[in-house]
């Protein structure tokens, strides 16, 4: 299994652009998670899908990130217009089932906003 | 109070001996517990897992875990320049997961 899939690895764009990541998940799991790792706030959970259906979007920090899952195999986590303090590496990751399971983690996605 | 709290370290252990991190955390229905380990520059993987009071052993790794006191820790024994990184406790309660933000170990040769 080739694992959890995200693109692009880096994206450097420049402020107010609109900006996509993208995720396949391990064939077969049910649940994704979009995370946000820095420096400074360490790695948190934006919002997390069981069967496509997102279930805590708590962790979105405003209106500006939106995430959607069309199908199993595919999300995507869209952030319009950036701004600087985007700037980050955001994780895709999946699990096999809902809850506490453990967490397979995409290679990342470096973001940075100038 | 953050949900999790982890000591960021760096600790700084010989080779050969035994390191211990520690982790506490405020959400008291926290039902299991993750340690995860992060390499620089990569993406955390799962070393292992704990649900129950008491010790937890797998291979040169054993996590702890007290619930009444809230506290859950990974010891690694017989440690190796290759176990240098970062260790994320990940308490989990129904929908509700948690990343501390991590302790970095060094082993030195």
């Known amino acids: 299994d080739a694992g959890v899939i995200q693109s692009p690895r880096h994206e450097v764009t420049e402020m107010g652009q609109e900006v996509t990541l993208r995720c396949k998940p391990i064939?077969?799991?049910?649940?994704l998670f979009w995370y946000r790792q820095t420096m400074m706030r360490g790695l948190e959970l934006l919002i997390y899908?069981?069967?496509?259906?997102?279930?805590?979007d708590s962790g979105m920090p405003e209106d500006r990130f939106s995430a959607k899952m069309p199908n199993a195999s595919f999300s995507t986590l869209k952030i319009q217009p950036s701004e600087p303090r985007d700037s980050a590496v955001y994780f895709c990751?999946?699990?096999?089932?809902?809850?506490?399971?453990?967490?397979?983690f995409g290679p990342g996605t470096r973001l940075t906003v100038l | 109070q953050k949900e999790v709290e982890q000591n960021s370290g760096p600790l700084s252990v010989p080779e050969g001996a035994i390191a211990s991190l520690n982790c506490t955390y405020s959400d008291r229905g926290s039902q299991s517990f993750f340690w995860y380990r992060q390499y620089s520059g990569k993406s955390p993987e799962l070393i292992m897992f704990i649900y129950s009071n008491g010790d937890k052993e797998d291979g040169r790794f054993t996590a702890q875990l007290n619930k009444a006191s809230q506290y859950v820790s990974l010891l690694i024994r017989d440690s190796q320049p290759s176990d240098s990184a970062t260790y994320l406790c990940?308490?989990?309660?129904?929908?509700?997961?948690?990343f501390g933000s991590g302790t970095k170990l060094n082993v030195k040769p």
């Open positions: 899908f069981n069967n496509n259906v997102p279930i805590d």
């Open positions: 990940a308490p989990y309660n129904f929908n509700k997961f948690y």
């Open positions: 064939s077969g799991h049910n649940s």
């Open positions: 990751a999946s699990s096999l089932l809902a809850g506490g399971d453990e967490q397979f």
